[in-house]
């Protein structure tokens, strides 16, 4: 019944709205950057919200959506499988938990911890695994208590992904942090994307850019968006 109800609650003309704004902001930043929008690949991010939403989405023409839990992102794939979505996961996540998001996750942006990344190589289980993309989570912050690998650290964490041999490394990802002018930490992503370029030649993508700050993220380069609240509009509390 609580799922019902839900489903009739999404706002099917302000989703449309909001994503069209957003679309055409994409358009105009690209613009601006001297690049094309053909070059970006925009992530909805839908956590908390319910899969009827995501099936708007998709309706609507959206092909990439973000989780950032696994739970909640398990039982949406499974939801939403007759959907042809591509799911990426941009949470933290456990080793225990990346195992089982591999069934599910194409794309796990937020690798970040060897145990992570060694929990999709393959196994004596599981010698054949689902291959997925991979991105490095870059943290851009002075706290080492945030999400993603320190800087110096990037190369390294790409060589192990590298090693697993079953996640194709896409390139960086990272969250700006909040007390520094957003396109002064993209332009440090930037340059961390260029050293794992000349060591992985085809890493080249870099996840960056949210609500608040992608047009400064396309301005330095980011080939993936990950837009949630813009587009849904606010989230709901987390269940
Ligand atoms: C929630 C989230 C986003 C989207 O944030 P908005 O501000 O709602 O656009 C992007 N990236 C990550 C890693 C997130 O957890």
């Known amino acids: 019944m609580a799922a019902e109800t839900r489903l009739q609650t999404v706002d099917r003309d302000g989703l449309e709205a909001r994503?069209?704004?957003?679309?055409?902001?994409?358009t105009d930043a690209a613009r601006a950057a001297g690049r094309s929008a053909d070059e970006l690949t925009l992530v909805v991010v839908t956590k908390y919200h319910p899969a009827?939403?995501?099936?708007e989405l998709a309706a609507l023409g959206v092909t990439d959506v973000g989780e950032?839990?696994?739970?909640?992102?398990?039982?949406?794939?499974?939801?939403?499988?007759d959907l042809d979505l591509t799911w990426h996961f941009v949470g933290q996540l456990q080793s225990k938990k990346a195992r089982q998001a591999r069934r599910y996750a194409d794309v796990v942006q937020s690798l970040d911890r060897d145990s992570v990344v060694d929990a999709f190589a393959p196994t004596d289980a599981e010698p054949d695994p689902r291959v997925i993309d991979g991105f490095v989570q870059v943290n851009l912050t002075d706290d080492p208590g945030?999400?993603?690998?320190?800087?110096?650290?990037?190369?390294?964490?790409?060589?192990?992904?590298?090693a697993t041999g079953t996640v194709r490394l896409?390139?960086?990802?990272?969250?700006?942090?909040?007390?520094?002018?957003?396109?002064?930490?993209?332009?440090?992503?930037?340059?961390?994307s260029e050293r794992v370029v000349s060591l992985a030649p085809g890493a080249t993508d870099v996840s960056a850019g949210m609500s608040g700050d992608f047009a400064e993220a396309i301005a330095e380069g980011a080939t993936h968006l990950r837009i949630g609240t813009a587009i849904t509009g606010n989230r709901p509390v987390a269940p």
Not at 68 to 81: F, S
Not at 146 to 162: F, K, N, S, T, Y
Not at 170 to 192: K, N, S, T, W, Y
């Open 19 to 26: 994503l069209a704004s957003v679309r055409s902001a994409i």
């Open 52 to 55: 009827s939403l995501v099936r």
């Open 68 to 81: 950032n839990r696994h739970q909640e992102a398990q039982a949406k794939a499974a939801e939403l499988a």
């Open 146 to 162: 945030r999400g993603g690998v320190q800087p110096e650290d990037v190369e390294a964490m790409a060589e192990r992904v590298l």
């Open 170 to 192: 896409r390139g960086v990802m990272a969250v700006a942090p909040l007390d520094e002018e957003p396109r002064r930490a993209f332009a440090r992503l930037r340059a961390i």
